[in-house]
Every structure is written in C-alpha cells, then in structure tokens.
C-alpha cells in the first residue's frame, strides 16, 4: 500500500522518488558543485558559524541550552590532562578525551525534515494525522518515549529514546551539502532593524544587486542578527533581539510560490528562524511557521538558522560578488531532526 494517497497542495511529494529522504537536494548534482567551485577566485574561505556556546543561556529557547563538556574516565581517573606515567613508568604522554551534551539546534544549525511535520489527511479518509516531508507518517516514521523520564537532562541513559528513522538529518550529510550559494543581503538594503519581508522586497533585491540563482542553488539571507547577538557576548537582550534583523513573511503566498518554483535546494540565514515566529498574522487555525511548512514538509528543502554571514556579506560587497562555493553538511548522526554545523563559504 503507497504511504500517502493524496499530497498537499504544491508540494513535491514523489517527484524525486516514492521513499525519496533528501528533498530538493537531489538538485544539486555534480553539475551544481562545479557551478559551485567555479566562483572560487581567491581561495579565500570563510566560517559561517557562531561558536556553539552561543547565544547564551536559554533566553531564545527554553528547551535548549548551551553545550555541556565533561571529561572522559580512565581507569578510574580523570580522563583530562591525564599523565599515563600513573599507569606506566615508561609512557610520557599527557591525554584528553572529552564528552559533550549537545541540544542539536541550540546555535548554528541544520533543521531535518522531520524537524516539522503536520496534521495532514495521507488516505483521503478525512482522519488527520502527523505526517512529515514525501508523506512519512509518525506511525512508521519516528521513535520517542511516552514518559517525561526519557526526555531532555534528566535521568540520562546510556541508549537512544528517540529517532526520526526515515527522515533523520543523516541523510542530507550523506548526500553532500556542498554547492553555489548566493547571498541575499537584506541588512545592507533594509537596515538591521525587524523587517518582514514578502515577495516584492525579494524581488527588488535581486534586480537591484543583479542576482541570479538558478535551480539546485542554496539561498543565505543576511539580517544583522547574527551579529548583534554575537555582540551580546552570551547574553543576549531578548527585547533587542525580537527588534532586529529581517524576517520573511511565511505567509506570503507570492513568496512562496517564488520558493517553489526558483527550484533553491536549500536556504540559510543568520536568524533565529529564518521566518517571523510566531507568524503574526496566524488565523485561529493553521502553522506557526507556514515557511517551514512549506519548505521542511512540502518541498524538502532544509533551512539553516542562527548562521553568522556579516563578515562574507561584507566582502562579497565589497568586491561585487554574491555568489561562492558553499560547504555545509550535517553532522551525519543517525535519526536526528537537526544538526549543528560549521560551514564554511569559498570565494
């Protein structure tokens, strides 16, 4: 029996294949990475990542908090600065070995597709339930406790309670995130103060800086935001936040569309959540975040947020580029529904 009967309205769903689990990156081929390291002119590279300890405590989330390192044990010590003479005479090393507690979306990030879901009637039987990107229900397609036990700090165990096991972020790393990126640089037209932005705003930024983005490219928005929080040296002033950078309106139906049919794999910003979030205009009913809808569930195509893109931003400007080659994947961690990354940009 096929998983689903009917798909929404403008996804993709099929058309890269019935048990297809990477999206619109199927778009980026060989072709599209050589594309990529043809706009490699210097050299010259570029981290896009904030250091992983930030923001800063949980002010932007409280349901995630910044990365906790402990030292490993050996043979009953402390396995940090560890002299081996201890344990022999005759060996002169010093070892470290470390753990970390990682909330994979607290800081610059991937989000899966089974990051978002929703309610969506797959057999046209007028039931609803929770189903992901190609029609992937949560009944066969994600793993997760019943009890408050197995969840979050407490009461760590040593063995997995959950896992998007179709849908898992491993499956983008194992594809390659890797390509011709091109850089929208809302802050340098808007301002670094909160925008939202539809259709026409994009529009009139690409004719402005001559942009062109073609099919299987990755889309990176510039906001300030980044950078202002980058500045708030882990402690960040929330009033100040939710007054900064860009934000694109999801519930744009022209935007949207443009998103469908641009036929970009993928799109990172340098936000919290690359859309307004809440969605301000949300009737009584529907998604929060209908860009994340559109792109996660519909479309397939991953979103990157809270990158750091000033620094690039900058010199693409400065030197009358936007485009590069970008480097970006996923830790390759199986069943997860997001992924700390540290890409790196090549111009």
């Known amino acids: 029996m096929r998983r689903w009967l009917q798909r929404p309205e403008g996804s993709n769903w099929g058309d890269f294949g019935d048990d297809d689990r990477i999206g619109r990156l ?50 009953g010590k402390v396995n940090f600065n560890c002299e081996m003479n201890q344990f022999d005479q005759e060996i002169s090393d010093v070892m470290s070995d470390d753990l970390a507690i990682l909330h994979l979306q607290y800081s610059t990030q991937w989000d899966a597709f089974a990051h978002v879901g929703t309610m969506f009637d797959l057999y046209k039987n007028g039931e609803e339930e929770a189903a992901y990107y190609n029609g992937f229900s949560a ?28 849908l898992g972020i491993e499956h983008l790393a194992e594809h390659g995130l890797q390509g011709r990126a091109v850089m929208i ?15 026409e705003i994009i529009k009139d930024i690409i004719e402005k800086d001559q942009l062109k983005i073609g099919v299987g490219d990755i889309l990176c928005l510039h906001t300030g935001y980044a950078e202002a929080l980058l500045k708030m040296n882990k ?56 860009l994340h809808q559109h792109c996660l569930f519909k479309l397939g195509i ?46």
């Open 26 to 75: 199927n778009l980026i081929n060989a072709e599209k990475v050589l594309e990529g390291i043809r706009e490699v002119k210097e050299g010259k590279t570029f981290c896009l990542s904030l250091p992983l300890d930030y923001p800063g405590g949980n002010a932007l989330n409280i349901n995630r908090n910044p990365p906790i390192l402990r030292p490993l044990q050996r043979h």
């Open 139 to 166: 009944r066969d397609s994600m793993i997760y406790p019943d009890c408050l036990e197995d969840t979050g700090l407490q009461n760590i165990k040593s063995q997995s309670t959950s896992s998007a096991i179709k």
């Open 185 to 199: 640089d809302l802050a340098h037209h808007l301002g670094t103060e909160r925008t939202n932005v539809g259709y």
């Open 235 to 290: 402690s960040p002033n929330i009033k100040v936040l939710n007054r900064t950078g860009a934000v694109l309106n999801g519930g744009d139906p022209k935007l949207l569309e443009w998103i469908t049919d641009s036929g970009i794999a993928a799109i990172a910003a340098d936000n919290y959540s690359v859309e307004e979030f809440p969605y301000s205009q949300r009737q009584s009913c529907c998604s929060a975040l209908p």
């Open 302 to 347: 991953p979103l990157g947020e809270l990158w750091y893109l000033t620094d690039l931003a900058k010199y693409l400007r400065n030197h009358h580029r936007s485009s590069f080659l970008l480097t970006a994947p996923p830790l390759r961690l199986t069943g997860a529904v997001g992924s700390p990354v540290t890409p790196i940009a090549t111009v």
